[in-house]
């Protein structure tokens, strides 16, 4: 591979010795990873079903390798949202943040979703995810991801960074950033890669970090962290910005991110404080580990004396359409505790707000809360993104069908798919919850052992 020669100088410079190590791991395959859901599955449960041969990544406990010939992408359990495809070094960001259960969290830079995905896993159904991008149109598959792992406490928005901290000042438990950059560590991966490096440098998106930094500090709590992370080797974007965020607030420290086989430290040679600080960074290299190139850094914020913890945000307003009856009745039946106090109406569709959320009008929002479906005339009809929320044993009226089963794919295609005698006469006529071994794929309409697909057009296998 054809590097660029400015790039090649620089990484000389800064790997010594090391370097031809690097350019060696350009002749490697890149290494392929899934990350398995622990909203919907345990690790060991989802060991015990997986068709692949897994094997773990060290600083992901939910983090496997798979084979390169495996296609994880094409098969019920992906639909299903038991796992992410996720590039190994990627995981670190998102499993490194201790977020607790109760935190209010921000992913501020999320499109698609990988460690969105990952940090509302940790939230088990509690506290407050905002997950923004600043492109709508990767905040809609931000969304879709959400929505596949049944995420019921978030909020995806799109916004820039300073429109969301004049919103939310001194708001979150736990911040992450994982920007945008020259991607120098995605160069083996995606060839194309090197161009746009070559177009840009790193000035470009020194910038940018930068920018993002100073409204992320405004955002934080006194005890809260931020997290920072790149998929570059560049100086600039990396300890020397870790300095420039320090240098926000004298009350943000760095915090010490372990150790794994083939991490590295920080560098403060390479920043411009000589900070020997930022040895608590962390950096991953393509030469030394399975991995793409990344690098991590947790920063604190401590408690003065005598601060307040947060500063009060209005809290959400609640329209003053009613549920239908049909609505109230359907979601009533199910086996899930739903504060009926919490439904919010807009314009027929029906939403589940998350506790405490915050008043979030004027921002430009792609979901807040769980969708749970549509008010229609003698009738509601349930949402994709309910059906992905719930446990099969929530819903009233459930077809079971083995992975083996042909029927699980033309679902997933959106045809119509029929039950035997025997199946349907378990079932009830109407709205029943398609499951593959127990985890929910969609909703479909049963009438006498024939399906009618409600799957959502969006999502379909192709």
């Given at each position: 591979?054809?590097?660029?020669?400015?790039?090649?100088?620089?990484?000389?410079e800064m790997?010594?010795?090391?370097?031809?190590?690097?350019?060696?791991?350009?002749?490697?395959?890149?290494?392929?990873?899934?990350?398995?859901?622990?909203?919907?599955?345990?690790?060991?449960?989802?060991?015990?079903?997986?068709?692949?041969?897994?094997?773990?990544?060290?600083?992901?406990?939910?983090?496997?390798?798979?084979?390169?010939?495996?296609?994880?992408a094409?098969?019920?359990?992906?639909?299903?949202?038991?796992?992410?495809?996720?590039?190994?070094?990627a995981m670190?960001t998102?499993?490194?943040?201790?977020?607790e259960?109760?935190?209010?969290?921000?992913?501020?830079c999320?499109?698609?979703?990988?460690?969105?995905?990952?940090?509302?896993?940790?939230?088990?159904?509690?506290g407050i995810?905002?997950t923004?991008d600043?492109?709508?149109s990767r905040?809609?598959?931000?969304?879709?991801?959400?929505?596949?792992?049944?995420?019921?406490?978030?909020?995806?928005?799109?916004?820039?960074?300073?429109?969301?901290?004049?919103?939310?000042?001194?708001?979150?438990?736990?911040?992450?950033?994982?920007?945008?950059c020259?991607?120098?560590?995605?160069?083996?991966?995606?060839?194309?890669?090197?161009?746009a490096?070559?177009?840009?440098?790193v000035?470009?998106?020194?910038?940018?970090?930068?920018?993002?930094l100073?409204?992320?500090?405004?955002m934080?709590?006194?005890?809260?962290?931020?997290?920072?992370?790149?998929?570059?080797?560049?100086?600039?974007?990396?300890?020397?910005?870790?300095?420039?965020?320090?240098?926000?607030d004298?009350?943000?420290e760095l915090v010490?991110?372990?150790?794994?086989?083939?991490?590295d430290?920080?560098?403060?040679?390479w920043g411009?404080?000589?900070?020997?600080?930022?040895?608590?960074?962390?950096?991953?290299?393509?030469?030394?580990?399975?991995?793409?190139?990344?690098?991590?850094a947790?920063?604190?914020?401590?408690?003065?004396?005598?601060?307040?913890?947060?500063c009060?945000?209005?809290?959400?307003?609640?329209?003053?359409?009613?549920?239908?009856?049909?609505?109230?009745?359907?979601?009533?039946?199910?086996a899930?505790?739903?504060?009926?106090?919490?439904?919010?109406?807009?314009?027929?569709?029906?939403?589940?707000?998350?506790?405490?959320?915050?008043?979030?009008?004027?921002?430009?929002?792609?979901?807040?809360?769980?969708?749970?479906?549509?008010?229609?005339?003698?009738?509601?009809?349930?949402?994709?993104?309910?059906?992905?929320?719930?446990?099969?044993?929530e819903?009233?009226?459930?077809?079971?069908?083995?992975?083996?089963?042909?029927?699980?794919?033309?679902y997933?295609?959106?045809?119509?798919?029929?039950?035997?005698?025997?199946?349907?006469?378990?079932?009830?006529?109407?709205?029943?919850?398609?499951?593959?071994?127990?985890?929910?794929?969609?909703?479909?309409?049963?009438?006498?052992?024939?399906?009618?697909?409600?799957?959502?057009?969006?999502?379909?296998?192709?």
């Open positions: 591979m054809e590097l660029p020669v400015a790039f090649e100088q620089k990484m000389k790997l010594g010795p090391d370097y031809e190590n690097y350019l060696a791991s350009f002749a490697e395959d890149a290494h392929q990873g899934l990350r398995v859901n622990t909203a919907k599955i345990s690790v060991e449960e989802f060991l015990e079903i997986t068709p692949y041969k897994l094997k773990p990544v060290a600083w992901c406990p939910n983090g496997f390798y798979y084979e390169k010939q495996e296609k994880p094409k098969h019920p359990y992906y639909f299903a949202g038991l796992y992410y495809i996720q590039e190994p070094s670190t998102a499993s490194l943040l201790p977020v259960e109760g935190d209010i969290v921000l992913d501020l999320a499109a698609p979703g990988g460690k969105s995905t990952e940090l509302a896993a940790k939230l088990h159904g509690t995810l905002v923004n600043i492109s709508n905040a809609k598959a931000l969304l879709k991801n959400i929505e596949v792992f049944g995420i019921g406490n978030a909020v995806v928005t799109s916004e820039p960074p300073n429109t969301l901290a004049k919103r939310f000042p001194v708001f979150f438990d736990k911040i992450l950033i994982d920007a945008p020259s991607g120098e560590g995605m160069f083996r991966k995606q060839n194309n890669m090197t161009k490096w070559e177009s840009n440098g000035d470009l998106f020194v910038g940018l970090q930068r920018s993002i100073k409204e992320a500090v405004t934080l709590k006194p005890g809260g962290m931020i997290i920072y992370s790149t998929c570059t080797f560049s100086k600039e974007e990396n300890e020397q910005s870790i300095e420039y965020l320090l240098s926000l004298d009350a943000l010490e991110l372990p150790m794994f086989d083939g991490f430290t920080g560098h403060p040679e411009n404080t000589g900070n020997e600080e930022l040895r608590k960074c962390r950096r991953l290299w393509p030469h030394r580990l399975k991995g793409e190139g990344h690098f991590v947790l920063v604190r914020k401590r408690v003065r004396d005598n601060e307040f913890a947060a009060p945000v209005s809290e959400y307003v609640f329209s003053k359409e009613k549920l239908s009856k049909e609505a109230e009745e359907f979601i009533r039946s199910l899930y505790p739903f504060d009926m106090s919490r439904m919010d109406v807009q314009k027929e569709r029906v939403f589940y707000i998350p506790k405490h959320m915050p008043y979030v009008k004027g921002l430009r929002i792609l979901r807040c809360g769980l969708y749970m479906g549509d008010m229609k005339k003698n009738r509601f009809e349930p949402s994709q993104s309910l059906a992905m929320f719930l446990h099969a044993n819903f009233p009226n459930v077809v079971e069908l083995p992975v083996s089963d042909e029927r699980v794919v033309r997933l295609k959106g045809e119509t798919i029929e039950l035997s005698e025997q199946e349907s006469s378990a079932l009830k006529d109407g709205i029943c919850l398609i499951c593959v071994e127990g985890y929910p794929l969609g909703f479909g309409k049963n009438s006498r052992g024939r399906i009618k697909n409600k799957y959502l057009p969006g999502w379909r296998w192709m």
